[in-house]
């Protein structure tokens, strides 16, 4: 198609292309994000009441969550809250449970050892590789310059 | 009425990360994967800086819950390994933060993969 | 015979017929503005079946089953069939289709692929190399999202311009009979790319694929839109249209809107449907508009001329993933009530 150029199309596609509702995700983001995190503190506590130390509270208070999002990823249930809360679920660990479940789930059809379980980090294996390599990277600095 | 306040300082920071989260989605088009890697990373260098840890004794889950509190986890685990084990700590501080994390993703993930079935959406 | 007409035009002078025709669906196609036009819905999206892949194929195979039973026809009737679908490999088709027995030709246009088969079907039978030939083409939302987006329980929100993948199949039997809607001519298109990259903009990666074929075709033939009742494009979707309605008015045909219909605009309700957005796409949205609603609208005499355009992104995940843009095509497939006359009135392109 010579007649039209990728730039003035480009043009022609913003003007159409009706624009992400931000007035309903953002504020819909901070809600359920907040309550995850509400969610959070309150296992955290709860589990400080029951003698854990703050350290173990708050490692108790993750699995908690990720279990949680596996349980509702399963019950076909965590997409449709994501759905409207969008980064709000995607955010907190619940986001990166999910990442790891419904990949699992979904290629469990390929089979246990080449579907579900070489599958399962398709999209939450970056965060580990960058989180991680991030991490020795700080290590390296803290081992050189007691950081 | 201390507990509520804690509730309300998670609710703040948390949500606030959230927004971040959502505004990168819909104003960016970063994908869903590279927000998660963005968010884990910030944390690791939010942590290094030591601009983390003060966000965390305030809000608590509100800052533990986001995955930049992953990645400031694995910033602190390196950071204190270091100092005891020195290089070796290097290799195995991140991990051993967040091994209970992870962990228990893998297991969970596998479980409720065994359990369960996907279901069309409708 | 076939006989070229201008650039890209093939005018089919024995007008082959389409003879039969059957539609499947699923749940939220039943629940659409068309739900009551399709032959067969099937509540449960597996259909049976243990995998969407599965699901997919026994669709199809349902699909054609159901025009060679409205045909009163066996598979051995048929000379050959021309078959597709979105999945790598074109596996809905070759695991739906291979019990028939029916010589197989494998098609990928993407969501094209309707316009595709149905073109190469009608021009077997129109050169005498085949007495009658099928063509279908199916998608499932489940195996396309599989495939080329993300898991099903995965929790991603999805963009106001993405598009819904249905879940449908169509397909037609095209033979040398005398049963309305004829094909009389089919245009082939060429691959167009305007630079889209962003997979959840399908439509905008299609319209000018779709608004290139139909000004060939209007150029081929020395017609414009008021020679026509319809014309239908694939599954330009919301955005799409848009673009397709500017593209053609740029060009000199300001009144392509007022004629133009989306199989992907019609086979959803989209302020009432949750989760379509833009709208329908897939190969199976345009196939099951087509056979549900238009085919047997032109066969009462409803509707009498209609270019039917199924448009395709001729989308690899892999590729864009290096940061390639997304190739489109579209083909063209002039229907009418009436087939090529000899003389006097539809003799010509514009009478």
Redesign the interface.
Same mark, same amino acid.
């Given at each position: 198609m010579q007649w039209m150029s990728p730039k003035e199309y480009e043009k022609m596609n913003q003007k159409a292309s009706p624009p992400?509702p931000?007035w309903k995700?953002?504020p819909?983001?901070?809600?359920?994000?907040?309550?995850?995190?509400?969610i959070?503190?309150?296992?955290?506590?709860l589990y400080q009441n029951l003698g854990a130390d703050l350290e173990t509270a708050?490692?108790s208070?993750?699995?908690t969550?990720?279990?949680l999002a596996?349980?509702l990823?399963?019950?076909?249930v965590f997409?449709k809250i994501a759905k409207i809360g969008?980064?709000?679920c995607? =955010?907190?660990?619940t @986001?990166?449970?999910n990442?790891?479940?419904?990949p699992?789930?979904?290629f469990?059809a390929e089979g246990l050892v080449l579907g579900?379980g070489a599958k399962?980090f398709v999209?939450?294996g970056?965060?580990?590789v960058?989180?991680?390599t +991030?991490? =020795?990277i700080?290590?390296?600095?803290?081992?050189l310059f007691g950081? | 009425m201390e507990?509520l306040i +804690?509730?309300g300082?998670?609710?703040?920071?948390?949500?606030?990360?959230?927004?971040?989260?959502?505004?990168?989605?819909?104003?960016t088009?970063l994908t869903?994967?590279?927000?998660?890697?963005t968010?884990? =990373?910030s944390?690791?260098?939010l942590s290094?800086l030591g601009w983390y840890q003060p966000l965390v004794d305030w809000a608590?889950?509100?800052a533990?819950?986001?995955?930049t509190?992953? @990645?400031h986890l694995?910033?602190k685990?390196?950071?204190e390994?270091?100092?005891e084990k020195?290089?070796l700590?290097?290799?195995t @501080?991140?991990?051993t933060a967040?091994a209970?994390?992870?962990a228990?993703?893998?297991f969970?993930?596998?479980?409720? +993969?065994?359990?369960?079935?996907?279901?069309?959406?409708? | 015979m076939p006989e070229k007409v201008g650039k890209a035009t093939i005018k089919l002078g024995s007008s082959p017929s389409v003879y039969a025709f059957a539609a499947v669906g699923?749940?939220?196609e039943e629940e659409g503005p068309l739900g009551k036009y399709f032959d067969i819905i099937q509540q449960d999206?597996?259909f049976g079946q243990s995998s969407w892949e599965k699901a997919e194929s026994q669709m199809q195979k349902q699909a054609v089953s159901k025009a060679l039973e409205k045909g009163s026809l066996a598979p051995g009737d048929i000379d050959f069939i021309f078959a597709g679908d979105l999945l790598n490999q074109c596996t809905g088709s070759t695991y739906g289709l291979r019990e028939l027995e029916i010589p197989f030709i494998g098609l990928f246009g993407a969501c094209s692929t309707m316009a595709e088969s149905l073109g190469l079907a009608s021009l077997f039978v129109d050169c005498g190399a085949a007495a009658r030939c099928a063509a279908v083409t199916s998608s499932h939302?489940?195996s396309a999202e599989r495939q080329f987006r993300y898991?099903?329980?995965y929790?991603?929100?999805r963009a106001p311009t993405s598009q819904w993948t249905a879940?449908a199949s169509g397909s037609v039997i095209v033979a040398k009979d005398i049963l309305p809607p004829y094909v009389r001519s089919v245009t082939f298109g060429t691959i167009e790319d305007l630079q889209i990259k962003?997979a959840n903009n399908m439509g905008a990666a299609m319209a000018p694929a779709a608004a290139s074929t139909l000004i060939q075709f209007f150029e081929d033939t020395g017609t414009n839109q008021e020679n026509y009742d319809l014309i239908l494009t694939g599954d330009l979707g919301f955005v799409g249209s848009r673009l397709f309605r500017e593209l053609t008015a740029k060009k000199g045909y300001p009144g392509v809107a007022e004629k133009h219909g989306d199989c992907g605009l019609m086979l959803y309700d989209r302020e009432n449907q949750a989760?379509i957005y833009a709208g329908g796409s897939g190969c199976g949205c345009s196939a099951s508009v087509l056979c549900s609603y238009i085919l047997p609208a032109m066969r009462e005499g409803r509707l009498q001329r209609v270019l039917f355009m199924a448009t395709g992104a001729l989308m690899s995940p892999t590729v864009v993933q290096q940061g390639e843009s997304i190739p489109s095509i579209a083909h063209l497939i002039y229907l009418s009530a009436q087939p090529w006359q000899e003389k006097g009135e539809g003799s010509s392109w514009n009478g």
């Open positions: 992400t931000v995700t953002v819909m983001a901070f809600l359920f994000g907040g309550i995850i995190c509400t959070g503190q309150l296992c955290s506590m708050s490692a208070t993750s699995i969550l990720i279990f596996a349980l990823t399963g019950l076909n997409d969008g980064a709000g995607l =955010v907190p660990i @986001g990166f449970s990442a790891v479940v419904s699992a789930l979904e469990k579900l399962m999209i939450a970056p965060v580990i960058y989180g991680i +991030a991490s =020795v700080y290590g390296i600095l803290c081992r950081w | 507990w +804690a509730c300082k998670a609710f703040l920071i948390g949500g606030l990360f959230c927004v971040v989260g959502q505004l990168l989605i819909d104003y088009k869903p994967a590279r927000i998660l890697v968010y884990v =990373v944390g690791v260098v290094a608590g889950a509100g533990t819950v986001p995955l509190g992953f @990645g694995l910033a685990g390196v950071r390994a270091v100092a020195g290089w700590g290097v290799l @501080g991140g991990f967040t209970g994390g992870i228990a993703a893998i969970f993930g596998f479980l409720v +993969a065994l359990l369960f079935k996907p279901k069309d959406k409708s | 699923s749940k939220k999206s597996f939302f489940c898991p099903l329980e929790a991603s929100q879940t962003d989760e």
